[in-house]
């Protein structure tokens, strides 16, 4: 609805780029020209970008956001931290969180990087602790890390982990099997750790043959099926560590023929927009994503203003998106026995 | 397999903050010991943060990528870009193109940035010219604008909705319907005209009440499907001006119990992930997005260097993925006629 410097040009009677001299007050300009133009501006209420410079040089600064693009969580999270900084008036800026620590540190460290959200740590990372030491204001969004008590956003993975086995034992399964993400992430430690707690006290056992561990990407899902598909012995269901590993089993099941949930269930991690599609409609457990992403600015904007003392870790509760993914079998009733032979009472 | 400021710390027995303050030759850190330490830390091959960061400030500059976080083609493009970015040492900001025109050239203008990549421009935008008007180099991506020649690196659009339109008429469809991009949009009407135009040479009309013109989004394919489902009569195939419309409308049309191809082919446009996966397995236009990106920042690297003239759009041929989502009915061979009542020959 504004006016441009069209607007402008045209009612004052100049062309653009002198529509744009005069605003700047350049003396190239005859005085009385720029002062014509700046009333035409005035009177149609065009902001002009040296206005809109001066007001946000004035109040925005920049926070570089450290993601993982082999990730597709990268863009669900960079999604929502735009919007959220966006509400704060801060500016965001993207590094790409692989190759090595220096290279990454440089990066951070190199000039106009006011704040960093990073969400790629390991658990062994330095580089948290390195940004600590040069004052560089830091949060950890998704993951955190052991070395260093620095502030932190992050979901319930245990928890979640603990929910995905309950709901599959709920819906009758007990040859259950899992595709874990990578054991040197706080999320892909804490969501197998809650799976096995789940099972552990229901006192079912957990097959080394039927766990995997990897990346969370769509190729490890995929290649956990494939090294399935061939044994004698299934499992009913797979709790799958994120969704895009569950999307992946459930694409190379389709591929060689098996029906979800009829011939193998499937649970996620992440609630990604994509599970909730009906050719997938995949039972997972919800991170809150929202609210997550809002902690982190918070506690960014808390630190980059010296308001905080010691590093914390917010952690946000999960909770289960039920669909369909997770059913035991076609049979709407639950099957109350068949040959389980993997089943053994561990506890009493 | 650098070292770090602990192993500087450890080597000359000291602690990580002195190591930091002593390789900035702080004062306060006795001269002995801040020699101790640089020469620990050159015997370490240690790189401080102060020498990337100089290194950094030499060589980098700062290009604002404007994207639409509505459309999950963003993410696409800004993985992409980030990479060819980083291979010539220039660094990413990212900008959301919605909200008005006045604040996104704000921010443009605001402080820090060096270039701008534009991929959310409607045909009418009076942004580039603004842009343009103040010095500020910029790449249209993706779609272009009417207004001016500035800078574009885009797809054969039309073309590559001919191909659609191609793909569909060789496999024996004569009944089709489209759902195509928004009409404001170089994607949206170059993709409808080139469709319009396969069709045309064929013979074949499209009938109004089979097309449906909308955003780019999943729900513009649902809501499509869902109109159509209704109708007494419809299409056997229906091309999507992109690839998250088609995933739209596969799923839309899943949940409704139709199968696809069998009731319903789709074709779409981009060739997205997504678009392999065995659920979709969607036939579709692929786009080059390496090569476009790459000639993005080229574009915009001699831009910033003074070494370009006039605006110039290059245009990247398409081709088409083929996958089972286009095919006719169930049956192998091609079926030579059933009732079509809707094929009018318009040409001899």
Redesign the interface.
């Known amino acids: 609805?504004?006016s441009?410097?069209?607007d402008v040009a045209r009612a004052a009677g100049v062309s653009?780029?002198t529509v744009?001299r005069a605003l700047r007050d350049d003396p190239n300009v005859a005085a009385e020209t720029r002062e014509r133009v700046h009333r035409v501006a005035r009177e149609l209420g065009y902001?002009t970008?040296?206005?809109?410079?001066s007001?946000?040089?004035r109040s925005?600064q920049?926070v570089a956001m450290v993601v993982d693009?082999d990730n597709?969580l990268?863009?669900l999270l960079?999604?929502g931290l735009?919007?959220s900084l966006?509400r704060v008036g801060l500016?965001?800026?993207?590094?790409?969180g692989r190759g090595?620590?220096?290279?990454l540190?440089?990066?951070?460290?190199?000039?106009?990087i006011d704040g960093v959200i990073m969400s790629t740590v390991t658990l062994a990372s330095?580089v948290p602790?390195?940004l600590d030491?040069?004052g560089v204001p830091l949060v950890l969004l998704n993951r955190y890390t052991e070395s260093r008590a620095v502030d932190a956003s992050v979901a319930d993975d245990y928890g979640g982990g603990e929910l995905a086995g309950r709901v599959l034992l709920e819906a009758g399964h007990r040859r259950l099997g899992a595709v874990f993400g990578p054991e040197d992430t706080s999320t892909g430690r804490g969501r197998a750790a809650g799976f096995r707690a789940a099972l552990d006290a229901a006192g079912i056992t957990l097959p080394d043959a039927w766990t995997w561990t990897g990346p969370f990407d769509y190729a490890h899902g995929r290649t956990a099926v494939l090294d399935l598909f061939d044994r004698r012995d299934r499992p009913t269901a797979l709790f799958c560590a994120n969704d895009v590993i569950a999307?992946g089993v459930?694409?190379?099941a389709?591929?060689l023929g098996l029906s979800i949930p009829e011939d193998l269930a499937v649970v996620g991690f992440d609630d990604l927009?994509?599970a909730a599609?009906?050719?997938?409609d995949l039972t997972t457990v919800r991170v809150p994503f929202g609210p997550m992403l809002d902690t982190a600015v918070r506690l960014l904007v808390e630190r980059m203003s010296g308001k905080r003392g010691k590093g914390e870790a917010v952690v946000h509760p999960v909770s289960i998106a039920e669909r369909s993914s997770h059913l035991l079998g076609s049979t709407p009733s639950p099957r109350p026995s068949r040959s389980e032979p993997a089943i053994t009472k561990k506890r009493a």
């Open positions: 609805l504004g441009t410097s069209f653009q780029p744009s902001v970008s040296e206005r809109g410079r007001l946000s040089t925005t920049r693009l597709p990268w863009s960079v999604r735009h919007n966006a500016r965001l800026s993207l590094v790409a090595d620590q220096h290279a540190e440089a990066q951070l460290l190199g000039g106009g330095n602790k390195e030491e040069r999307i459930i694409d190379e389709r591929r927009e994509e599609w009906a050719s997938f």
